[in-house]
Structures are given as C-alpha cells and as structure tokens.
C-alpha cells in the first residue's frame, strides 16, 4: 500500500524558514517523480515545485522560486521541502504527491502558518 | 503559470447529470493530453478521480467520465449522489515537471 506522510510544519513568524519532510513507502520511491502542491485555507490546490526521480530535475512555481528548495533522499525514501523568507500568503495546508502528470497519491498535508 | 479557469459551482438533483468545464491554453490543457480531476472533501485530501483525460483509477464509479476539446476540458458525473456532493479541481501538466490546477468547484446534490 502506498503510503506517504509529511511531517516538520507549524508555526513560523514572517521571514522565517521550515523544512517539510514526506516518508513514502509501498513503491519504488526513486521510479517516481515526486511534488508539493499546497491549499490555503478555504482557497484551492497550487502547485508548488516538483522533482525528478532522480532527483537531478527540480522546478517551481513562480511563486516560491528562490526561497524554496526540493530535494528528496532516495536511499531513505524521503521528499523534502526547504522554504525560506516565509510570508503570510505562504500558509497553507502542504501536500506531498507522487508522479509527474498528475497526482495519484497524496499525503494526509501538514499545516504550515506564518504569522508573527 | 496562470490557474485553469472551472465554475464556481454546480448543482443538480440525485439521479441527474452535471458537467464541470475546465478551460486553459494550448500550453497546458491544449498541449497535453495529461488532464486530470480530483475530488475534495472538507477536511479530507484530495482524491484522484480521472487522470490522462478520460481513464478511472480502480475504484472510481463509471459515472465519472472526463473529456477534452482543444483547450477546455470536462468532468461529467453521471447519476448524481449525494456521497459526491463535495469540490472538484481539474488540473493539467504544463511541461517540465509543473502542473497547473483549476480554482475547484463546488458540487451541490439538491
């Protein structure tokens, strides 16, 4: 069974950092494209950033381009989201979500505030 | 990286048909045919109910059907029940990695 859980969000004031942590399991991890998509509260998903099986591909929206980093540990089955110079419009609900051209797994989200 | 365009809501009676349009450019929904719809409960993660326009996942009831004509795509869901009284996102592939997603809309079962 395919299983993906994040972990590392909370409560940030405007400026701060946090590293979002996703453990999947139940499939060759490394075969799999992997991405962010968030929700704040009350709006609809947006696609955050994606990465590569290999992880030698990374790419983001417009949005958050230069203040976060994807990255993903393949000898531990493990997608990361590295976001830096948080801002308020960055709360949100965060989604780790396998595969390239669409999402057929999604994670249980962890919630992400920035406020002050 | 602008969002698809979809309707704010639907609604329709148990036992009839809706269809949620779902219209973006020939650099997404146009260009590919890699169009995929979900389906959100409150407080619930989103499900995946169509994907590379018009294939069901094991599991997702046949009145689920989606379509595409150049740019804009459809979600129609047949036999209305009130279990699929929830919000819907469509949402395409847009090159490189990068997916783009629709506003969502809202499902009302009268």
């Known amino acids: 069974e395919v299983q993906l859980l994040e972990s590392g969000g909370g409560l940030v004031q405007p400026g701060g950092s946090l590293r979002l942590s996703c453990g999947a399991s139940?499939?060759?991890?490394?075969?799999?494209?992997m991405s962010w998509v968030r929700q704040a509260p009350g709006k609809g998903l947006e696609w955050v950033s994606g990465?590569?099986?290999?992880?030698?591909?990374?790419y983001y929206a417009d949005s958050v381009k230069g203040r976060f980093t994807i990255s993903r540990d393949n000898s531990k089955n493990t997608l990361f989201l590295q976001m830096n110079s948080l801002r308020g419009e960055d709360t949100a609900i965060y989604y780790c979500?396998?595969?390239?051209?669409?999402?057929?797994?999604w994670g249980q989200g962890t919630l992400v505030t920035v406020s002050s | 990286q602008s969002a698809l365009t979809q309707p704010h809501s639907v609604s329709g009676s148990p036992g009839q048909s809706v269809t949620i349009s779902c219209t973006g450019t020939?650099?997404?929904?146009?260009?590919?045919?890699?169009v995929s719809w979900y389906q959100q409960h409150p407080g619930k993660a989103p499900k995946l109910m169509i994907y590379?326009?018009?294939k069901r996942p094991s599991g997702v009831p046949d009145r689920f059907s989606g379509s595409k004509s150049g740019n804009t795509a459809s979600l129609t869901i047949s036999g209305l029940q009130a279990e699929d009284e929830a919000d819907y996102y469509c949402?395409?592939?847009?090159?490189?990695?990068?997916?783009?997603f629709g506003g969502g809309t809202k499902v009302t079962v009268l």
């Open positions: 979500a396998r595969d390239k051209t669409k999402v057929d797994y």
């Open positions: 139940g499939f060759t991890f490394s075969d799999f494209a």
């Open positions: 990465i590569s099986g290999s992880g030698t591909g990374t």
């Open positions: 020939s650099s997404d929904v146009g260009g590919y045919n890699y």
């Open positions: 590379d326009v018009t």
């Open positions: 949402c395409s592939y847009a090159g490189s990695y990068t997916l783009v």
